[in-house]
């Protein structure tokens, strides 16, 4: 596979630290909230079906509540698998290119982060409307009188998902593209 074009670069402007470190902590808590999401939701399935082997009594809204686990897990630990290099990505043109001409690499590391910032941009634009509606609308999931689920905060993750996944990103092509011209 090669190495890694763009490798974490140490800090070098000391008035810069406390921002990353402060978005870096942001990234790894909503990682660690989905870590445990994960976990809360193993037992919560593992419950239902404990109810409905031994007590035929299922747990009401299991399906909804995983449906929208989902969803939520996802964005709270995308920005972070961004942050360590862990997004699946095919690197293996970036890698050649970076053994014959390192710069033109970074260039092109550069352009590929720009344009997922540009998409999770995209994609926060057009989740925000359907937040806003979401609120509004007092949206939920589920049957009225046996299991329902508000949808907001679902929406509102994967809102702050794709924020932190731009700015990281931005974060990203702006390093690959200083050392694209070598600074």
């Not at 035929?56 to 809204?61: E, L, V």
Request: proline letters at 4%; charged letters at 15%.
């Amino acid at each position: 596979m090669g190495s890694r074009v763009n490798a974490p670069e140490p800090v070098t402007n000391p008035d810069l630290l406390p921002i990353r470190s402060a978005f870096g902590r942001l990234i790894v808590g909503m990682n660690a909230l989905g870590s445990v999401w994960i976990l809360m939701l193993v037992l919560l399935v593992t419950a239902d079906a404990m109810g409905r082997s031994f007590f035929a009594h299922p747990i009401a809204g299991v399906t909804e509540m995983i449906q929208v686990s989902i969803v939520g897990i996802v964005f709270l630990q995308l920005a972070d698998a961004i942050r360590n290099g862990k997004l699946t990505r095919a690197d293996s043109f970036l890698s050649l290119l970076a053994a014959r001409r390192p710069r033109a690499a970074q260039l092109c590391e550069g352009v590929f982060l720009l344009l997922g910032a540009v998409y999770m941009a995209l994609a926060l634009w057009g989740t925000v409307p359907l937040l806003l509606e979401s609120i509004e609308r007092k949206s939920y999931l589920g049957n009225q009188g046996v299991f329902t689920l508000i949808v907001w905060p679902i929406k509102a993750i994967t809102a702050l998902g794709l924020a932190a996944c731009l700015v990281e990103f931005l974060r990203q092509a702006a390093r690959a593209l200083r050392r694209a011209k070598g600074a």
